[in-house]
């Protein structure tokens, strides 16, 4: 019986929350014809406001109807389709990834930033319907009826309903409404109404029904349909399916597709959807003549892992284009199956089929067509028989007849019929010769120089804009040309480009150059951009380690080794500096790295020893000597650091350089930030970053600037593996050179703030004599490590022995230092001291951030502590994902809203970071990107501000748990007898979680450790957080842990 009841508490309380659910979701459609439609409003801050419709597309819209629980999104709509809404705006630039669990969590400009106005609101229309059991289009019918998916009667549904059911799910016609259960039976309550659909109409909801109907219905009665599973998309205008102008199919309506940024990866997802093999071009400009109606997308972003265009970001129905800016696609029409890219069964697409090719009836002109189409160079080979096994597609008995120039293999004429019999024994199969589609064009190497791309038969030029060190790793590997030495960007002279690739965007992992992101334009020249260029080092050694192994060389297209009889100093000191490793160390001239299985390059090198390259150096044209693979040379090169720091008060602070080419240059301190800083600091072995500094140079320097805005992670292993950006005013980098401070200190084998005591002295880490260090010494290094006051100096060997020298030399510090290294020391020191007596050290472990002129320590103006001075954030860009690491670093819960333009009061003092780029699981916010600490283009009036909730509910979810509040520093359980519904109101409110559904004064989630809080809450209930409301001094009950409140409030959504 008490199982019984139990359940039915359980039902009762899944049906309340069901109701009230509805009724407190933080996003609604209104002013639609049924709340799965309507102009997108938002709950923030106790109060509705509209969404801006900037970038608003299906991506956004899916997230608002899977929160409401409204199917797939059929329509992203804007400029106020629903009527402009009122009051505040809260949302812009919305950019959801599509799998949030609710709007609120997707990325925007900022809550309540914007430059709309109401006629902007954007809206969205939900199917309200679903086929559940089969496939996207057959299954099921369920329909949403007010807050509840329910089944269909068969009796109650016939084909013009099954037109519109189609129609509204984006799929083609009705192929087959079954009257029996043939998709399972569902545990959804059977709907009874008739629907009266005349056909046309774009929704289910806009259909007619008729309030009751006789018909008794079961689950074995429920209606199952299927529609025709067809493409969204379709080219149009071209020589075959496979080409022409794009044209995407919505609101039942065919419409074109802007050429606005339209490249090859948008391309793919086209050519993929149609089942028309690789992209062959993405084109613009309606090249295939201008279409009419709507422009239905824009600024398409599609990633090319998509299955159909339409799940690309994109602007839906708004755009600044003309029917002539047209986007366009070419597919190849053609593949080869059962080997690799450019080898294997030949198939061609016939229609709407893939068929394999007779043998008979393929000749060489033909195989020649294939191959470029392909972007696979010449054919090697034309097999006759089932080379790559036997495929399952019908044979293609037509002759094709190319001359061997076409572009394309639909474009060659065929014989209407072809006489002879095929089975799949005679499949034609093809190897091609897999060519390279980028090439260097210089006259000292194939390895350096201009680099051009080969597209549809064409070789053009790369612009340099955006052109880096990423991007010419691409190439080098492509070319096995071994590792970039350098990305450059030249003035362009000579012929004008047929055509040119810009705004390279290579993520240094591509098989091709082709692979990366770029704007492919009919353009003739690069502009004030410049062409890039790439010098690769045709220089590597195997076996080894990057700066040792056995020597080999890239003799035109071919890796050779080379004789040690035919090597010498000098020609190591140029392999060296080319391999950018410091002085040859030892030339080796036996077979030290192994025997390779290359081939033995008997050339003498005759280097002088200063240039830049191996391949600049002369060469005897033949070598006497007799060289086998045991005389091949092996070479140990220094593996210097390529980064230093100059001019600071140790080798770990100082001003950034970097060698490259040779020299040492700056670099640009403009966006240096700490997580540049952070890969300097571990590069030179100098402990954590202090400080990413840039100082203005009251002259320009007279020494390169050897990188300019870099952009590392922070994860990198040296500076020059970061990427960099040009400047577009390169003067300014002249003028601000990059700074870093590192720690030189660190304490070992305990946590960030307690361990063994190691400084860095010159270029060794060093255990510290605790007979050497003392209190001040302590502080110091405390204050350095941005950790609290010392502890405990501890004189054993608390935290192990290791196996650093020790250093013996004593610190004198006064205490007020801000580093170690600038304390003095005494020159010798009298102790003995052995590694029992290092001396280890416990810092406080203190908070970086805090909150400042709130109503608690859990909300106020954002002040961060930085070079032992608080200061305030700047709330330009300051975000949710922001506001989370602050609350999560205080312990203050969850964020409720992140602030800006001082919110609570303007600060003083330093502002100590512009822009913070958190993602919101990071652990401090010290450790979130920003363009740069300590420099910013606000003032006080722009402070950020944050408030976190300072409770929680622990034991179930987000929404239903024990109460705890953070009173001061700690968390405590509150008393049933304190608590009351006034008290639920506010707590549900402040967490986003609707109204209270019930309010447990017994122990339902469990006995928790945390004190027991006797105060009374006294709220009115209309609070925003539980902090605002008043409390009693003093409480009479007497409450253990078996009287802990717990609360079930209705949930997010």
């Known amino acids: 019986m008490e199982l019984k009841e139990m359940m039915g508490r359980c039902l009762m309380l899944m049906l309340l929350i069901k109701l009230i659910t509805a009724e407190h979701a933080n996003v609604r459609l209104v002013n ?8 997108v409003e938002v709950h923030h801050r106790g109060q509705w406001g509209t969404v801006c419709d900037d970038f608003w597309d299906l991506v956004d819209a899916a997230v608002v109807c899977r929160e409401l629980d409204c199917g797939e999104p059929v ?5 106020a389709h629903f009527g402009p809404g009122s009051g505040p705006i809260w949302m812009t630039f919305v950019m959801c990834t599509g799998s949030e669990s609710t709007l609120k969590n997707c990325g925007s400009s900022g809550w309540g930033k914007h430059s709309c106005d109401h006629s902007k609101d954007a809206g969205v229309i939900c199917s309200g319907v679903r086929l559940v059991g089969g496939s996207h289009c057959s299954g099921r019918l369920e329909i949403l009826d007010d807050q509840s998916w329910v089944s269909v009667c068969a009796a109650a549904f016939d084909q013009q309903d099954a037109e519109v059911v189609c129609r509204e799910l984006d799929c083609g016609a009705p192929v087959q409404v079954l009257g029996e259960d043939a998709f399972g039976k569902g545990d959804a309550q059977m709907w009874t109404h008739e629907i009266q659909c005349r056909g046309n109409e774009s929704q289910i909801h806009l259909c007619s029904t008729s309030p009751s109907h006789e018909n008794n219905c079961s689950h074995e009665d429920s209606v199952g349909l299927v529609c025709a599973e067809h493409a969204n998309v379709r080219l149009v205008n071209g020589t075959s399916r496979c080409a022409g102008r794009v044209e995407v199919l919505h609101r039942g309506q065919w419409g074109t597709v802007c050429g606005d940024l339209w490249d090859l990866a948008d391309a793919a997802v086209v050519c993929r959807e149609l089942d028309c093999g690789e992209p062959v071009d993405a084109l613009s400009d309606a090249s295939f003549g201008p279409g009419s109606g709507p422009i239905w997308m824009s600024t398409v972003m599609c990633t090319g892992s998509e299955t159909t265009v339409k799940n690309c970001g994109s602007e839906w129905g708004k755009h600044r284009c003309d029917h002539g800016k047209h986007a366009g696609v070419i597919c190849s029409g053609v593949r080869l199956v059962g080997g690799s890219r450019c080898s294997g069964r030949l198939e061609i697409l016939d229609d709407q089929s893939w068929v394999s090719v007779c043998a008979a009836a393929f000749d060489q002109q033909d195989a020649e067509v294939v191959c470029r189409e392909l972007d696979c160079g010449a054919p090697v080979q034309v097999l006759r028989e089932d080379a790559f096994g036997k495929g399952d597609a019908q044979m293609w008995t037509q002759e094709i007849q190319c001359r061997g120039n076409e572009s394309q293999i639909h474009l060659c004429p065929t014989s209407p019929s072809h006489e002879n019999n095929c089975s799949h024994e005679s499949d034609v199969g093809l190897v091609c010769a897999d060519g390279v589609n980028v090439r260097l064009i210089n006259v000292t190497s194939r390895c350096a120089g201009r680099v051009e791309v080969l597209h549809r038969g064409q070789w053009g030029t790369v612009c340099g804009d955006s052109w880096d060190m990423t991007d010419a790793a691409v190439v080098c590997r492509e070319l096995d040309c071994g590792e970039p030495s350098d990305a450059l960007i030249d003035a362009h002279f000579g012929p004008e480009p047929t055509w040119t690739w810009s705004t390279v965007l290579c993520a240094g992992s591509e098989s091709s150059l082709k692979n990366c992101g770029a704007s492919i334009g009919n353009r003739h020249g690069c502009g004030p951009n410049g062409i890039a260029r790439v010098i690769c080092s045709g220089v590597r050694l195997v076996g080894g380690s990057r700066c040792s192994g056995r020597l080999e060389i890239l003799d035109d297209q071919t890796w050779v080794s080379v004789c040690a009889a035919a090597f010498d100093q000098q020609d190591a000191e140029v392999v060296c500096r080319e391999l950018d490793c410091g002085a040859p160390v030892q030339v080796l001239g036996e077979d030290a790295f192994g025997k390779g299985d290359t081939q033995m390059w ?21 070598f006497k000597s007799n060289c086998s693979h045991e005389h091949s040379i092996g070479l140990l090169c220094t593996d210097i650091i390529n980064t230093r720091l100059q001019n600071g008060t140790s080798r770990c602070a100082g001003t950034v350089e970097v060698h490259h080419r040779g020299q040492w240059g700056t670099v640009c301190g403009v966006g240096w930030d700490l997580a540049d800083a952070a890969v300097v600091c571990r590069e030179l072995d100098c402990g954590e970053p202090v400080d990413a500094l840039y100082i203005d140079n009251l002259e320009p320097r007279s020494g390169p600037v050897s990188l300019n805005n870099a952009m590392c992670t922070g994860s990198e292993s040296t500076l020059k593996k970061c990427g960099f950006i040009q400047s577009s005013d390169p003067d300014v980098c002249l003028n601000k050179s990059a700074q870093v401070i590192c720690s030189g200190v660190r304490l070992v084998g305990g946590s960030r703030c307690s361990g063994r005591l190691e400084i860095l002295d010159n270029q060794t880490w060093v255990s510290v004599c605790a007979a050497a260090f003392d209190q001040q010494d302590a502080e110091v290094v405390c204050r350095e490590l941005d950790c609290g006051a010392p502890v405990q100096v501890l004189g054993e060997d608390a935290f192990g022995k290791g196996d650093a020298q020790m250093w013996t030399q004593e610190i004198q510090c006064r205490g007020n230092e801000s580093q170690i290294h600038l304390c003095p020391t005494s020159p010798s020191h009298e102790n003995t001291c052995s590694h029992d007596s290092y001396v280890g050290l416990v810092c406080a472990d203190i908070i970086r951030v805090r909150l400042v002129g709130g109503h608690s320590r859990c909300a106020g103006r954002v002040e961060v502590l930085h070079r032992g001075q608080w200061g305030t ?25 992140a602030l800006s333009d001082a919110y609570f009061g303007p600060g003083s003092g330093p502002i100590w970071t512009n822009r913070s780029l958190c993602t919101g699981s990071e652990s401090t916010l010290k450790n979130c990107g920003s363009v740069v600490w300590g420099f910013y283009d606000c003032d006080h009036t722009k402070d950020a501000g944050v408030i976190c909730s300072g409770l929680r509910l622990i034991g179930k979810s987000s929404c239903s748990g024990r109460l705890e509040i953070l009173d001061n520093q700690t968390w405590v359980s509150v008393c049933a007898a304190a608590f009351d519904q006034q008290d639920a109101e506010v707590v549900c409110r402040e967490l986003d979680c609707g109204a209270p559904v019930q309010v447990l004064g017994e122990d339902d989630f469990g006995k928790g450790d945390a004190q027991m809080w006797t105060q009374e809450i006294q709220c009115r209930g209309n609070e925003s957080q539980i902090h605002l409301c008043p409390t009693s001094s003093s409480h009479k009950h007497n409450c253990s842990y078996d009287n802990g409140q717990g609360l079930l409030c209705a949930g997010k959504s």
């Open 602 to 622: 008997t050339q003498e090198i005759q280097c002088r020893g200063n240039e830049s390259q191996i391949h600049l150096c002369s060469t005897s044209p033949p």
């Open 873 to 897: 954030v700047c709330g330009v860009g300051w975000d949710m994902p922001d506001a989370a690491v602050v609350c999560r670093e205080l312990d203050c819960g969850e964020p409720v809203d």
């Open 32 to 39: 639609g014809t049924s709340r799965c439609a309507g102009r």
């Open 75 to 79: 329509d992203a709509l804007s400029d």
